[in-house]
């Protein structure tokens, strides 16, 4: 009965922040044309809030966001492409707010990251298991290995 009531509890707290998540921007920030909205969010999703440093400017409450999404609506209502929109962030901003940082010399290292991590892993963990395979030999003594040897006779005559 508790764990029913801990689940309707857990599952209540869930949808009720559910709408928040997928909330509109405000009134004031939302675009009148719709495709240039759409344009907007999606730029909004790929640059990151250098306040936050681990939420993008459309999902950020810090005023920078709400600066950096404003600079944005202006850069697409002034005409630009997203390509010159983002050209515009970076050059202000640096690589860093982008969310997807580009595969550069200085970002190399970055992008390998994860791999490396991994096969480093990886690495150490065949490592830890040879050792302890080492270590705890066969286990047998004498005894039991010269039975293991007579079985294995038996078996070869046979």
Known sequence: MMSAF???????????????????????EQMADAATEVRARALYRSLRCVVCQSQSIDESNAALAADMRDK??????????????????????????LMTPPLQANTLFLWLLPFI????????????????AQRTGT???????????????EEGQS
């Open 6 to 28: 801990r689940t309707l509890a857990i599952l209540l707290v869930v949808l009720s922040t559910a709408p928040a998540a997928f909330a509109s921007p405000p009134p004031d």
């Open 72 to 97: 944005v609506r202006q850069r697409l209502l002034a005409g630009d492409s997203n390509a010159e929109v983002l050209a515009w962030v970076r050059e202000r901003y640096g690589d860093y707010v």
């Open 117 to 132: 991590a991994l096969i480093g892993g990886g690495a150490l963990l065949v490592s830890f298991v040879r050792r302890q």
């Open 139 to 153: 286990g047998m003594d004498a005894e039991d290995e010269a039975e293991l040897a007579r079985l294995r006779e």
